[in-house]
């Protein structure tokens, strides 16, 4: 979808729309016997997020994706709740008014599961009652930003390609004390340590962007579990490097995650434009 919606506001509706779920052992390679409580207090902290997020199971999110291009600023934000041990979760993602085209567009629902995102009201020549199905290893960024929403699980495996990671002190986040990392983590590194099933969406990711490696700002609690997290990503668009900030907040750790996929009866077979 970054080839599509080429205008200001289009350019984000094209670099976002929905999240990559991938399942099974969560987390980079750990020091034996490592815990949540003997990770929170260092870098290793932002490379075992993925772990610790397993652990905790559940919780509620809030997505932004945020992109400047021609002197305009767009966002796309998303709210709803993710499984961490199922690694599935629904989102609803809502546009800009003019993003999709249209000074209206009605928000569109993400299904994240292990194999497949599904999106409805995609918009586009997909009709309202129609669910479209993406495998998130075939897009050239790995989901990490087409689809308007990067996947919570994602963003912390992405974490296992941490490096020069700098301790920036504790602040406050909605009420929680959180210690803050920053660092740049390397795509690469990232889809060599982080599980089997995440290795080939962060691949596709490191050949997609234009830059491989993801600045982040990434803020920890007293339990090791990561509150928030900011990833930079970089993509060329008609000869030019855009940053496309992508930013996930976790909070109601244990809140209950609960949804059905659509029958194959609705599930879109045709082109999408």
């Known amino acids: 979808m970054v080839q599509q919606n080429r205008g200001r506001a289009g350019a984000l509706a094209g670099a976002a729309f929905a999240l990559v779920g991938v399942v099974g052992a969560a987390g980079c390679s750990s020091r034996a016997g490592a815990s949540a409580d003997d990770l929170h207090g260092g870098p290793d902290a932002v490379r075992q997020a993925a772990e610790v997020l397993a652990r905790a199971g559940s919780s509620r999110t ?15 934000r998303g709210t709803g709740g993710f499984d ?24 569109i629902t993400e299904l994240l599961t292990p194999a497949a995102v599904y999106m409805k009201n995609r918009g586009a020549n997909v009709p309202a009652d129609q669910w479209v199905r993406v495998r998130p290893a075939a897009l050239a960024d ?26 920036a002190g504790t602040e406050e986040l909605a009420g929680t004390r959180v210690r803050h990392y920053k660092g740049t983590a390397d795509l690469s590194v990232a889809a060599r340590n982080a599980s089997p ?24 609690d007293v339990k090791g579990r990561l509150r928030k ?4 990503f970089s993509f060329a668009n008609q000869g030019h490097t855009v940053g496309v ?29």
């Open 62 to 76: 809030s997505t932004s994706m945020t992109m400047a291009t021609g002197g305009t600023r767009v966002t796309v």
């Open 84 to 107: 961490f041990k199922r690694r599935a979760g629904r989102l609803r993602v809502v546009l800009p008014a003019d993003a999709a085209g249209a000074e209206e567009h009605p928000p």
């Open 142 to 167: 790995g989901n990490l930003v087409t689809n308007g929403a990067t996947d919570p699980m994602v963003a912390a495996e992405l974490l296992c390609g941490a490096r020069e990671v700098t301790y």
């Open 197 to 220: 099933q995440a290795r080939p969406v962060l691949a596709a990711a490191a050949k997609g962007f234009a830059r491989p490696v993801v600045p982040f700002d990434a803020y920890f």
């Open 229 to 232: 997290v900011r990833e930079t």
């Open 245 to 273: 900030a992508s930013t996930t907040l976790l909070y109601d750790f244990g809140a209950p995650v609960a949804f059905a996929l659509p029958p194959a009866g609705r599930i879109y077979a045709g082109t999408v434009q």
